[in-house]
């Protein structure tokens, strides 16, 4: 397992995707999962950098590990900042018309349906956010 430590604004979103980027080449990663996991390390590190520490700026740690059999990547997103589980929202109801739905949850609606697994937990004063892909 590897970590990057990051104070959570949206201008560090390039070096989180070049740290997760290079786990991914190193795990011989296909383009097609990179793009799916690159779509969801950005929604959930914005998520973080716009709503956990507001009005102030805290620090994001996000962990990557590849694990066997079946070969995958799981990276967990830490913060500090105020509780929030996204995953207790419901899923946006796509059939009705834009206009008409709530704001918010699409993004999380995206990562649910691209990644093998997502989960929540809070411990210890942190939210921990984890997902895997299966790359193989």
């Known amino acids: 397992m590897d970590k990057l430590d990051i104070q959570a604004v949206p201008e560090n979103l390039p070096q989180v995707l070049a740290f997760v980027g290079e786990h991914l080449k190193a ?7 990179k793009s799916q996991i690159d779509v969801a390390v950005e929604e959930i590190f914005v998520n973080i950098s716009s709503y956990a520490y507001d009005p102030d700026i805290g ?5 990557v590990e590849t694990k066997e059999d079946p070969l995958s990547v799981v ?9 929030y589980d996204p995953l207790a ?12 739905r709530r704001k918010g949850g699409l993004g999380i609606f ?17 939210n921990i956010l984890t997902i895997t892909k299966n790359i193989m």
């Not at 990276?75 to 509780?83: A, R, Y």
């Open 27 to 33: 795990a011989s990663c296909s383009s097609r999962v």
């Open 59 to 63: 620090v994001a740690q996000i962990r």
């Open 75 to 83: 990276l967990s997103f830490i913060d500090g900042g105020t509780p």
């Open 89 to 100: 929202k419901p899923d946006p109801n796509l059939k009705i018309p834009l206009k008409e």
């Open 110 to 126: 995206m990562v649910k349906k691209t990644m093998d697994g997502i989960e929540y937990e809070y411990k210890d004063g942190h």
